[in-house]
Structure formats: structure tokens, C-alpha cells
């Protein structure tokens, strides 16, 4: 990671699979913040994630155990533990361990994602993950937009990245113009900040592939992104242009240096969709929204957090907001170079960036 200060531990909800793979009856295996974890679909289809060890002697669950009903079943000595962690069946004897609990995540599947609560003070979840075809003001259904999972799905495992670079890329316009090749830098229309979220709207034009007949160039298309973010590692945004889509970024550390990282794009049915072009179409569509995660994950990969950043004084009070309201997602003790400090260096950024000027 660097000289990356921040805690890789942070507090919020984060994806860790997609619902499609955690199919009924079978056991998944994870490692998050450091810990290993079990997913497992009971018959009746709740999802339940919990810590991988059983409490009788340590056994790991992902390795060998099976799912009975809802209940999740130990390879070592068939002790059954149910979806709240308990134990409520020993094989060889008659009563079941009421003592020993296994710890169970507060999880919620939503969006075609499974996402976990995490939080090292150990409180109820503090926001709720937002339905992204009810967040926006188009009144969108669902059965408007073809399924994300499996063809408009990406992840990266195991990169060097903090969450909060997810953020961060939401006040940053200035990238859009070298990154994602738009045809000049982005107008935000709104950038507003609540307790556990925050919203950034902008417009901006580009210059798609395909050419007028007429011209035989380029025409500029005007169109805009709605983004929202819940905490500091889901980013939401409704983008439209030539066709409306949607997208989630999320990023979810493994450990104190790496993070996971997913992409999930749904695109709009449009007209003519059912035509014999079809197929290629899509796949075009599907390649353009998957193209645009890919080149910020080429930048993030290799990235090093600065603190404190050099600004442009027109980039600086997006900046200065996102790292302060970010402070609210790490305990006290775990926000890396400290508040005062954060704040230090983001004045100082913005205080270079008008000397140049």
C-alpha cells in the first residue's frame, strides 16, 4: 500500500459476491478485513454469512461443510449451527450447545449483490444499501434494464487500492477528459453531502466512434452522470447519452493492503433491441461500460494515496469535503494521519494551487 495512511478497516457496507454465486445448498468461502468468512444459501433461500471457524474445535466450514435446511453443517464432527450462529445439534448427544455462538454478519442482497455490515465499534448498521432503480429521479423499474450478472460484471482481486478511492473519483472532474476520453472536462451540477452519503452530478460531451454519414465525423454527444455514494465504498450513478445505464463500483479489503473490487452495469432496453442485431449491439454496449471501469482501475491499481495532496484550487473544495466527511467511517484511533493532520494538508494543497495561479 505504500504510504497509504488510512485504515483498511473501515465502517460501512461492502459487497463481498454477487447473489449468483451463492447458490442454494452450497458453502462459498471469503476472506475480508482480514478474516475468513463462510456465505451459505439455506433451502429456503435466505443467505447468511458468518465466520468461518466452527466453535467446538476451530474446523473451517468452507472446507468440507455442507448445508442441511438452513443450517450449516461442520466437516469435523457434524455439529449444526443455524443462520443465527447457534448451535442447535450435537450427534452424539441430545442437547446442543447453548453457549458457543458463531458470529453472523448483518448481510443484505439487493441490486443482484451481496453486501455485509462491517463495523469494528460493533453497531447496527448506520444507513441502509440503497436500490439503485429507486435512488435516481426517472422513475426507472428494474424490467426496464437487462441483467447486469453475468455478462456486465467485472472484479479485480486482491489490488493495492483503498475504498475511499471510489469516493474520491467522484469530486474528481478533471479526470473524465484523460480517463474516459470525454470531450471536455465535466460540468458538476451538484455536489451535496448527507450523514452517510453523498450526491455529484455533472454534465459533460463526448465524441463516440461512430461518425455522421454526412460529415464523416464525430458527432458530439451531450450527456451527464447522476452519482451517489453510500459510505465510502459503494458508488452508485445513473449515466445517459446516447442510452441510459447504470452502474456500482465497490471496493472491499481483504486485508490491510489489498482490496477486491467489482463493477455491476445495467444497460436500458432501447428499441429495435429484439432486431437481428442484437447480439452485437449488446455486446458493443456491454464492452463500452466495462471499458470505462477498467481504465479507472488501471489508474487506481497504481496509485499511491497522497496526503497531502497537491490541488488545483478548482479541484480543492470537492477534495477538502469528501476527506472530511470520510473521517465519519473510521473509529477513532483508526483514521490514519489524523484529522487535524488531513485538514492541514488539504489547506496546504489549496493554498499551493492559488500561489500558482
Keep these: 500500500m505504500g504510504s497509504m495512511a488510512l485504515s483498511m478497516k473501515p465502517t460501512g457496507w461492502f459487497q463481498v459476491a454477487w447473489s449468483a454465486e451463492v447458490e442454494p445448498g452450497a458453502v462459498r468461502r471469503m476472506r475480508y478485513f482480514g478474516q475468513e468468512l463462510i456465505a451459505y444459501r439455506g433451502a429456503g433461500g435466505k443467505l447468511t454469512v458468518m465466520d468461518a471457524y466452527c466453535e467446538h474445535l476451530g474446523a473451517h466450514l468452507g472446507h468440507g461443510g455442507t448445508v442441511n435446511g438452513d443450517n450449516i453443517v461442520c466437516p469435523f464432527h457434524g455439529w449444526e449451527w443455524n443462520c443465527q450462529g447457534r448451535n442447535v445439534h450435537i450427534p452424539y448427544q441430545e442437547r446442543a450447545n447453548k453457549v458457543r455462538r458463531i458470529r453472523v454478519w448483518p448481510v443484505v442482497e439487493r441490486n443482484e449483490g451481496v453486501f455485509v455490515w462491517h463495523d469494528l465499534e460493533g453497531r447496527d448498521p448506520l444507513y441502509e444499501v440503497p436500490d439503485i432503480f429507486a435512488l435516481f429521479d426517472d422513475e426507472a423499474k428494474a424490467e426496464d434494464y437487462y441483467r447486469a450478472y453475468p455478462e456486465c460484471v467485472l472484479s479485480r482481486e486482491a489490488l493495492p487500492i483503498h475504498p475511499q478511492y471510489v469516493i474520491e473519483n467522484g469530486v474528481d472532474f478533471a479526470h473524465f477528459k484523460f480517463v474516459h476520453r470525454t470531450d471536455e472536462v465535466p460540468t458538476f451540477t451538484r455536489q451535496d453531502f448527507d450523514e452517510w452519503c453523498f450526491y455529484a452530478d455533472f454534465d459533460m460531451k463526448w465524441r463516440p466512434s461512430k461518425t455522421s454519414s454526412a460529415t464523416g465525423e ?41 482490496s477486491d473490487i467489482r463493477s455491476t452495469s445495467w444497460l ?85 494551487g492559488s500561489r500558482e495561479d
Design 268 to 352: 436500458e432496453k432501447l428499441p429495435g433491441d429484439d432486431g437481428p442485431a442484437r447480439p452485437e449491439k449488446l455486446e458493443r454496449r456491454v464492452r463500452v461500460a466495462n471499458n470505462q471501469f477498467l481504465a479507472d482501475v488501471n489508474i487506481w491499481e497504481h496509485q499511491r494515496y497522497t496526503e497531502p495532496p497537491g490541488l488545483a484550487t478548482a479541484e480543492a473544495r470537492g477534495f477538502r469535503m469528501v476527506r472530511r466527511w470520510a473521517r465519519r467511517f473510521y473509529p477513532e484511533g483508526e483514521r490514519g494521519s489524523g484529522a487535524a493532520e488531513q485538514d492541514a494538508g488539504v489547506e496546504a494543497g489549496l493554498a499551493a
Design 218 to 258: 464525430a458527432q458530439v454527444v451531450h450527456g451527464g452522470t447522476q452519482a451517489f455514494n453510500a459510505g465510502i465504498s459503494l458508488g452508485f450513478s445513473r449515466s445517459w447519452g446516447t442510452a441510459n445505464s447504470r452502474s456500482l463500483i465497490t471496493v472491499t479489503p481483504v486485508d490491510d493492503e489489498t
